[in-house]
């Protein structure tokens, strides 16, 4: 890996940049009804970060559920937790090929149908949700991390629990929503070539190889729309409120996953960054060399071509979250974390704004009070910074539940 340059942390240093109208088409059209925006622009812009940034990953499958265990009381008997092994089928090609990926299901006791449910991947195992043994332990390839109990690429029991305070499942619980995740690693593993061991391994061999091949971001993507699949099937579960959510890589992931699929009802963006919900062209903190460089298999080839070269992309991230409209979707910062450009994540759902306005609904709008440490604010697009560095602990869980129930009760009026 080539040396890459020092990040720019000093707003005097961000270039001056002009952001695509995420309201005009390619051709030069103005958008100005919600129904030019679904046929026009929206498949449009789809089509721009397919091609561009994440890849086009386009695979008929069939899916195959076995329960593993439970359900069985947890959480201090506040909800019912279940494992399941999905298995996910090409319905063409190499079809003795499975990908199989065990699910974690959390439902709460007081709504024990329907309930309401967040869907995320996880990036150590199910198993670091929660101490309890009885939790399967991942399989297969993890990343190193000795510090939380991880060793030789392996999961031990000294690494149960090691993530579960950014997964409160006591609180997420008694909220009564309803929590489903898997290990991002059983989708695709996160290292450079991990495509030969996941859902890409699945296409055929000429479609890995294009320009706008899929980055493991979109295989994850994939993943999480085929759980919303299995949400579809569970009587216990709600799938018209599922919400898709991620920190970090997998709030990238969460982005793109509900971008591409309408059937989630919410999106929800923890501190996702650059090729998350960061404005690529203010180059502060970690640019598109910094992001292509230390995790080349993330994006799609193409988007390597934008090195340095962030202006000349036809597309940013604000049209991204566009792509959410008329959902809502909430985006959050962390104060300290620099990298991840907190102003620029912020600056991009003011942005996205004008299209949820195109629909009648209210987005964001430049204010000290939006910028206020902790303050949640937004009735479609939500934002929050936190005190703190990279992480999502149950603070962030409190303000992105406030706002699904915000959202609930008006669905109900």
Same mark, same amino acid.
């Given at each position: 890996m080539s040396l890459l340059p020092d990040p720019n942390y000093d707003e005097s240093r961000v270039p001056a940049y002009a952001l695509? *109208?995420?309201?005009?088409?390619?051709?030069?059209?103005?958008?100005?009804?919600? *129904?030019m925006w679904r046929a026009a622009r929206r498949p449009e812009l789809l089509e721009l970060f397919r091609?561009?940034?994440?890849?086009?990953l386009?695979? *008929?499958v069939e899916l195959e559920v076995e329960p593993l265990s439970g359900p069985m009381p947890c959480a201090g008997e506040?909800?019912?937790?279940?494992?399941l092994e999905l298995k996910i089928w090409p319905k063409s090609g190499s079809g003795e090929r499975a990908l199989t990926i065990d699910v974690l299901l959390h439902v709460p006791r007081q709504r024990p149908l329907g309930a309401p449910v967040l869907i995320g991947l996880n990036l150590f195992g199910n198993h670091s949700l929660h101490p309890d043994p009885r939790i399967r332990l991942a399989r297969g390839w993890l990343p190193q991390h000795e510090e939380l109990g991880l060793s030789g690429h392996v999961a031990t029991e000294a690494s149960r629990g090691m993530h579960a305070q950014r997964w409160p499942v006591e609180l997420v619980l008694s909220r009564g929503y309803a929590l489903i995740t898997a290990y991002a690693g059983d989708i695709e593993p996160d290292f450079d070539h991990g495509g030969t061991l996941g859902i890409r391994a699945l296409l055929p061999a000429f479609e890995?190889?294009?320009?706008?091949?899929?980055?493991a971001l979109a295989a994850w993507a994939f993943g999480m729309s085929r759980l919303l699949d299995l949400v579809e099937t569970r009587p216990e579960l709600n799938a018209a409120r599922a919400i898709a959510i991620g920190h970090s890589r997998l709030g990238k992931t969460a982005l793109w996953a509900a971008a591409q699929d309408e059937r989630f009802?919410?999106?929800?963006?923890?501190?996702?960054?650059?090729?998350?919900?960061?404005?690529?062209?203010?180059?502060?903190?970690?640019t598109l060399l910094h992001i292509n460089q230390r995790f080349p298999h993330w994006f799609c080839p193409r988007f390597k071509s934008y090195n340095q070269r962030e202006h000349e992309l036809s597309i940013d991230q604000h049209q991204l979250i566009a792509l959410l409209a008329p959902r809502p979707v909430y985006v959050a910062s962390a104060a300290l974390d620099r990298w991840a450009d907190p102003h620029g994540e912020f600056l991009a759902?003011?942005?996205a704004s004008e299209v949820y306005a195109l629909f009648g609904l209210e987005g964001l709008e430049l204010s000290e009070e939006a910028l206020a440490q902790s303050r949640s604010v937004g009735r479609h697009i939500g934002y929050h910074v936190r005190p703190g560095r990279h992480d999502i602990t149950p603070r962030d869980f409190w303000h992105y539940l406030d706002?699904?129930?915000q959202e609930r009760k008006s669905n109900a009026n």
């Open positions: 695509p *109208d995420a309201l005009v088409t390619q051709g030069g059209g103005r958008v100005t009804t919600p *129904d091609q561009h940034v994440y890849g086009r386009e695979l *008929d506040l909800g019912w937790r279940s494992e890995r190889t294009r320009p706008d091949a899929p980055g009802a919410l999106a929800i963006s923890n501190q996702s960054g650059c090729g998350g919900a960061a404005l690529s062209r203010r180059c502060y903190g970690e759902c003011v942005a706002f699904a129930d």
